[in-house]
């Protein structure tokens, strides 16, 4: 007799999750939300801004903070308010871009084309409802926006992020599901209405835009595009102030050559 299918048992789907549950760590899960909970302006967080930030009671907290610190994860602050992270993280980050191959083939690309556009080219990987940039280049024109490798935009309402979800794979949409739902119903919503505008402009344009929705003056168009790497959606966007980047001379004239650069680095093979 034949064993039935597990995908035919209507305990399946019960029994992942209760795998799932099983070999989940909570104290590492939320250490890693202490650590993720830090923006590129901070400068310096207090234990009560962490707790807020993380949904964490403050005492919960203290622990971890204090166990980040012992592993050199954290620091304390130079005034001695607050905490900021340390230099264990930033090698986890220059380990985990040095593997990146496709940043190396990508940057005079993308230098190229910030220069034509007096814009700022990026290149992006997802980190739950956000996109993080992995490369950046920047025109040399004053307007430029000034953002950084590691920068995050909001999944939903940037460029780059409808172009990501519009992009990504049914597990993709599913992981991004879920991490919303781990906000609140307004987060699941806004990621749903930012894939339906992701796929409604990749019908439209052949990229995804965002024009003042994500910074009231800020404009900017992207295109994602296949890695055959761990992070099997990459994304490409072009941006800067509206003053100076229209809507027209985006699509007109830069959407063209940002979609040829996504088909340049997904025939790359890099990832």
């Known amino acids: 007799m034949t064993a039935p299918d597990a995908s035919d048992d209507p305990s399946s789907a019960s ?40 949904g964490l009671p403050k005492s919960t907290v203290t622990r971890i903070v204090f166990t980040l610190l012992q592993r050199g994860y954290l620091v304390s602050a130079d005034n001695g308010n ?7 993280t930033l090698a986890l980050g220059s380990t985990m871009l040095a593997r990146m191959d496709i940043r190396q083939f990508a940057r005079p690309l993308m230098h190229e084309l910030s ?5 700022t080219l990026a290149l992006g990987v997802r980190d739950r409802l956000s996109i993080i ?36 794979s049914d597990r993709e949409r599913t992981a991004v599901l879920r991490a919303a739902e781990d906000f609140d119903d307004a987060a699941v919503q806004a990621i749903r209405a930012g894939r339906e505008r992701g796929a409604r402009d990749v019908r439209e344009y052949g990229c995804a835009t965002s024009f003042g929705e994500w910074q009231k003056d800020v404009n900017g168009i992207a295109v994602a595009f296949r890695s055959s790497g761990p992070y099997s959606t990459l994304a490409l966007n072009c941006g800067g102030p509206a003053s100076s980047l229209s809507k027209e001379f985006l699509l007109d004239e830069v959407r063209p050559r940002l ?13």
Do not use: H, W
Not at 115 to 119: D, K, L, T, V
């Open 82 to 88: 607050g905490y900021a992270l340390g230099t264990a």
């Open 133 to 168: 940039y992995t490369e950046v280049a920047r025109s040399t024109a004053t307007l430029a926006l000034t953002l950084q490798v590691g920068s995050r935009v909001p999944l939903a309402t940037s460029a780059i992020g409808r172009a990501y979800l519009a992009m990504a």
């Open 15 to 54: 029994t992942t999750k209760s795998l799932e549950e099983r070999y989940f760590i909570t104290a590492l899960s939320r250490g890693l939300d202490v650590l993720a909970c830090f923006r590129p302006g901070d400068r310096a967080l207090s234990n009560q801004q962490i707790a807020e930030r993380c």
């Open 115 to 119: 220069e034509f556009a007096s814009a």
């Open 259 to 271: 979609i040829r650069l996504a088909d340049a680095l997904q025939s790359s093979g890099l990832s």
